[in-house]
């Protein structure tokens, strides 16, 4: 057998025979990728954008001290000062009709600006049980008891999964395990049902919320959309109200949590006195790939099960018992260039397998569209002394044509917990070094890897409910949730600790946090 020669990739290694040009089913994503945020590369635009923003915010702390000021001058307005004034305007009707045009705009204005808070009331999480848990030999076994896979895909997968991240207690359904998997829409239906349903219970055990009370349910899950859709799948479970107003998010990706949280928030600040739910979660039964394109194959020894239900608010009476508040969300989409777009696509094999390949192009869209969210954050939570070093070299680089060394703002100074989507070890590694972040920020990530793997769009749950089990949490924090997945797409979600957040006795992590961080575990 002709020899090979390895090569790192996103999620382990690739192999590629030695003096022979790259085929379009080898994975070839670099792994020593660079997070480009350097100043030469950003655009003004971004930044702009960022501002804009933040302007909008101020607009509106501008109008509530002025509305605050009026009434305090007009409090202090003695009887005869308020007759003298009547007398003043009830002979001049001009007088009279502004002075009231402009109470009434400047209500209107002030209420019409006010954004509604948003509340993150609490939240729960998937978790297997025994006769699910996949370690790193059963995936193996079950790959090799399909023959669907030749030798060399059989030995890709192995090294794939040793250097991958995961570990042994990870899920996968039935469907996997069988001695002759045959998915069908059944069975997918039946992964679903489990995923949605016990973290569901779990949230309304928790909260003591009852189904009917949700006025607002958001489903995302990417590669798995039958119908009727699992938002129906849902009302017709719990026999929820007639009147709910239930949408499902299809095809979005990893990051598409945060797109689901982002559409909360929007109708919550339509709809008053209400709750939303939101279910984040992936399948895997329909989208196994039995096929030998390397491309494709990395999704199989990356993604498990997983799924979290969230539930937000906008009333304010859950304040008080509420986790935390919404504090930002930003988009970004650069599905309008083509290498974006075409990144990470589902499609068929040359034998009629399907599955999703990833381009070599990959890590370098990815590192563009987490710049770009990164550089529209950035003036939303960092400090002004950041911001002024930041915009000042921004300036000294562009206008002035300095050759100074860029300046990378220090997200640390303004976030105290980092959950960054879970896609695989070689993405955890350069968001840790581009970023400047230690250990103890990346620990949630990796330990969520580890434990649960790549789980799509709820890996972010994870890690927060890993960081709340450490006992982190604390009144104030600050925690940013950062994915990105197809399109391509990268999203951030800001959350403010409310209260101090003591380990909760639901919990993913329940009965093993005491085993985390592994010891000794290694990523090179």
């Not at 699992?230 to 598409?256: D, E």
């Not at 749950?461 to 709340?468: D, F, I, N, P, S």
Request: charged share 20%; glycine share 8%.
């Amino acid at each position: 057998m002709e020899s090979n020669a390895t090569n790192r990739t996103d999620e382990g290694l690739v192999m590629q025979s030695k003096g022979t040009q790259p085929k379009s089913s080898d994975v070839i994503i670099q792994m020593g990728w660079k997070l480009p945020y350097s100043l030469q590369s950003i655009k003004l635009k971004y930044v702009r954008l960022g501002y804009h923003y933040l302007m909008n915010r101020v607009m509106f702390l501008f109008t509530l001290p002025v509305f605050f000021i009026a009434l305090v001058e007009f409090g202090r307005l003695g009887k005869e000062d308020i007759g003298n004034l009547w007398k003043g305007l009830q002979y001049n009707l001009v007088n009279v009709l502004v002075c009231f045009g402009a109470l009434v705009c400047g209500g209107t204005l002030y209420f019409m600006s006010r954004p509604r808070p948003i509340y993150l009331v609490d939240f729960s999480c998937y978790k297997g049980g025994e006769e699910r848990a996949c370690s790193k030999e059963r995936f193996l076994e079950c790959s090799k008891r399909t023959d669907s896979f030749s030798e060399n895909s059989l030995e890709f997968q192995r090294k794939i999964s040793e250097r991958s991240g995961l570990g042994e207690e990870t899920y996968l359904p039935p469907v996997v395990f069988s001695e002759k998997p045959n998915p069908s829409m059944r069975l997918a239906r039946e992964e679903a049902e489990m995923v949605m349903f016990a973290a569901l219970d779990e949230l309304f055990e928790k909260t003591g919320l009852k189904p009917k009370e949700v006025g607002i349910l958001i489903v995302n899950c990417s590669l798995f959309v039958p119908t009727p859709s699992l938002s129906a799948m849902i009302v017709n479970h719990y026999k929820m109200r007639g009147n709910i107003r239930s949408y499902n998010l299809g095809g979005m990706g990893c990051s598409a949590g945060v797109i689901a949280i982002d559409l909360a928030k929007d109708l919550l600040q339509v709809h008053r006195n209400t709750y939303a739910v939101v279910v984040s979660m992936e399948n895997i039964t329909l989208n196994w790939y039995f096929g030998n394109n390397r491309s494709m194959l990395v999704s199989n020894c990356i993604f498990r099960m997983g799924g979290g239900a969230i539930l937000l608010s906008n009333r304010g009476s859950e304040r008080k018992r509420a986790k935390y508040s919404l504090v930002h969300t930003v988009r970004t989409h650069k599905g309008a260039e083509d290498r974006s777009y075409n990144c990470i696509f589902q499609e068929e094999d040359e034998h009629r397998n399907v599955g999703v390949a990833l381009s070599k192009d990959l890590m370098a869209m990815a590192g563009d569209a987490l710049k770009t969210n990164i550089t529209t954050l950035g003036p939303l939570i960092l400090p002004l002394s950041e911001q002024i070093l930041f915009f000042s070299t921004l300036v000294a680089k562009k206008v002035l044509k300095m050759k100074i060394k860029p300046y990378i703002p220090d997200f640390k100074q303004a976030v105290e917990h980092f959950c960054i989507h879970a896609g695989g070890r070689a993405v955890l590694d350069a968001m840790e070094k581009n970023l400047n972040l230690t250990p103890w920020h990346m620990e949630p990530a990796r330990m969520s890897l580890h434990r649960f793997g790549n789980t799509s769009s709820s890996s972010l749950w994870y890690e927060l409910a890993y960081t709340e089990a450490k006992g982190r949490v604390q009144r104030g924090d600050r925690v940013w949730q950062i994915a990105f997945g197809s399109g391509f797409k990268c999203n951030s979600a800001v959350w403010k600790a409310l209260r101090d957040v003591l380990p909760p006795q639901q919990n993913p992590w329940s009965d093993c946090i005491h085993k985390y961080p592994v010891k000794g575990l290694s990523y090179e």
